[in-house]
């Protein structure tokens, strides 16, 4: 604010704050809605961000844009791998990848490739089988640069994916190789880009998100819980266990991939055109 004299009160911070709201003048803050303006002291520090999460809580669309982003943008490549990986407390025994080709747009294609042992994990087997993953995708990865094509490679939450490929690196003599690509722009973490452009009043892993686009998983009860229960019966050669594992797999990288693509292309209702007539939840 200003005083008589013109000068401004309040941090920079807080100030920019202000500024995007459109708040300026006494005259703006006496603008305000009364009930809202109540919060004030309320010991929120975020006002705001908790208004919107409220208004795409009980909206009629599942997914709103957040304040400011006009458009949604997803990045692309004309190669594309989505990755997840599936871990018991001693390490990672499998590797999905869905690897799609979008050089013809029109018809992309898609295939699903696993990396995964059945046998009793110890730091040998895990690494044999990870460097396996490793070596196919930085061949696919080699291939498209070596024909001029863009490649990217999609996880959703790339912390536990980041905190393996680490350990591989740590393990095979390729920290420097993990490194460069975790950092690279050609490994996205679709949840980061989801979160950074979308809000749907509730949470935002990929068993919602992917359910609020019309995504459904091809096995019952997906989940870490169940897959851990079936990793115990696949480990002791029960073949219905492990087509259970590799199912699911298999649709959580099929999730990641649908996902993406309803981004590319919907029409999403930005949160801050929501009115209070709207916001009557549905029965």
């Known amino acids: 604010g200003r005083n008589g004299a013109g000068r401004r009160f309040g941090s920079p911070k807080q100030l920019a704050q202000l500024d995007a709201l459109e708040i300026r003048t006494v005259g703006d803050l006496l603008a305000l809605d009364a009930s809202t303006a109540r919060y004030s002291r309320s010991g929120l520090t975020s ?25 949604v943008a997803v990045p ?11 871990n018991t407390e001693e390490g990672v025994y499998l590797w999905g990848c869905l690897l799609t080709d979008r050089t013809n ?17 110890t730091p040998e087997s895990e690494t044999e089988n990870s460097v396996a993953f490793w070596r196919w ?19 959703y939450n790339a912390g536990a994916e ?6 591989l690196g740590l393990s095979a003599n390729l920290v420097a190789d993990v490194d460069q690509f975790i950092a690279s722009e050609e490994w996205v973490d679709l949840l980061q880009i989801w979160d950074s452009q979308l809000i749907t009043g509730g949470a935002s892993g990929l068993k919602v998100v ?15 819980g169940m897959s851990m229960v079936r990793h115990d019966d696949a480990a002791i050669g029960d073949e219905a266990a492990r087509t259970w594992l590799l199912d699911y797999n ?6 990641t991939h649908a996902v993406r693509d309803w981004m590319d292309s ?3 209702p930005c949160i801050d055109e929501i009115r209070n007539s709207n916001l009557t939840p549905s029965m």
């Open 47 to 71: 006002l705001p961000k908790e208004i919107d999460l409220a208004r795409a809580a009980v909206g009629s669309d599942p997914v709103y844009r957040r304040r400011g982003v006009d458009q």
């Open 76 to 86: 692309r490549a004309d190669l594309e791998v989505d990755v997840d990986m599936e």
């Open 105 to 121: 747009r029109e018809l992309p294609r898609s295939e699903y490739h696993a990396f995964v042992t059945w046998e009793p994990l």
């Open 137 to 155: 995708l930085t061949r696919i990865r080699a291939t498209a640069h070596a024909q001029g094509l863009t490649f990217r490679a999609y996880c």
């Open 162 to 167: 980041n905190q393996y490929l680490r350990r």
């Open 210 to 224: 992917a359910s609020l686009i019309g995504f459904r998983w091809s096995v019952d009860d997906p989940g870490g």
């Open 250 to 255: 298999r649709s959580d990288v099929e999730a």
């Open 266 to 268: 919907a029409v999403v």
